[in-house]
DNA sequence: GCACCAATGCAATATTATAACATTATATTC
DNA sequence: GAATATAATGTTATAATATTGCATTGGTGC
């Protein structure tokens, strides 16, 4: 698990994700395209979920014409069909996925503090929700866990919630 | 686990929801009023995930004056505070809940085909959540599982996807 | 060049959800 | 029962998120 608080070197993730992103366009023959790099550097830009519209404004303020939602919706679409990116559906948003190749998961504990959202190794969870759905002849197709509360370093800083 | 495929009494089912929630609400001096009831009853009317517009639309179906958005959002918050449904954040939809008092967790295998939400018991996933959580010092307050794919029954009828 | 297909631009609109404030109903106290 | 307080609902408007449909651009192969 990497380290994703507030003293980790932030700009290693971001280059880490765009070097993971070209590799995979690369070995799929898919395009990585301007509008999908700004976009997936932009999701990078923190560890917390961001909003399409939220990614739309900070395109605009770059200098970049305003794109127009649909545009944005697009390259996050090919983000995901990717497993570049995870939607979070309870908070609309989207962040940063650690290993491609996973699209179909996506496990996390989101912080209410911090709004930081770490990504757990599958292996922890997977097990029992396939045990689960075998359990009722359910074929797995995708597995979302979003799991909501607070961060070990916000714990020690507040109070209370 | 309640049988909630085609040959089940569903009747049986909204009969015992709506029980269970006036039980729920006498003991905790919450008012369980007509429009609460009423969508209550409606979420019930299925075990597939229910938009709130629908929602709406099938109460004005039901001769009721058509109820404003905020009217049906009331009571979906009244309900959910209160654990009698769940919100399937994927689908923006909601979902009855058979055992009112876990209102923080919901883990659920939805049919892609038959859209049928089939809630599982807490016990299976909860766990493994736990210590994962544990292992990252992160005090969990909600956990939700959504699992996609395609059901025992629909496993038998659908050829593909 | 030309035909093709993927990607993007653009305008409009659909869908989901909430804010703000007025009104009504219910409960409590006197 | 009137006066008050509180919770619930009604109403209007609007915010926030997401998609449709069609025009345009841009590269790829012939």
Redesign the interface.
């Known amino acids: ?1 990497h380290n994703i608080y507030p003293q980790h070197n932030h700009q290693h993730c971001i280059d880490e994700a765009l070097l993971r992103a070209r590799d995979l366009c690369q070995q799929h023959q898919l395009k990585f395209t301007t509008i999908r790099e700004l976009v997936l550097t932009t999701v990078w830009s923190s560890h917390k979920p961001i909003g399409a519209y939220t990614i739309l404004e900070k395109l605009a303020k770059e200098g970049l014409r305003r794109p127009a939602p649909p545009t944005v919706y697009r390259a996050l679409d090919f983000l995901l069909d990717n497993g570049l990116i995870h939607r979070i ?2 908070l609309n948003a989207f962040v940063g996925c650690n290993e491609p190749g996973h699209a179909h998961q996506g ?1 996390f ?1 989101i ?2 503090h911090c709004q930081v959202a ?1 990504e ?1 190794d599958t292996q ?2 997977y ?3 396939s ?3 075998k ?18 370093r916000c ?1 020690e800083t507040v109070s209370n ?1």
Chains 1, 2 share one sequence.
């Open positions: 698990m559906a309870s496990h504990l912080c209410r770490l757990l922890l969870i097990p029992a929700i045990a689960a759905a359990q009722q002849n359910f074929s797995v197709d995708t597995a979302s866990l979003e799991v909501v509360g607070c961060c070990a714990s919630d």
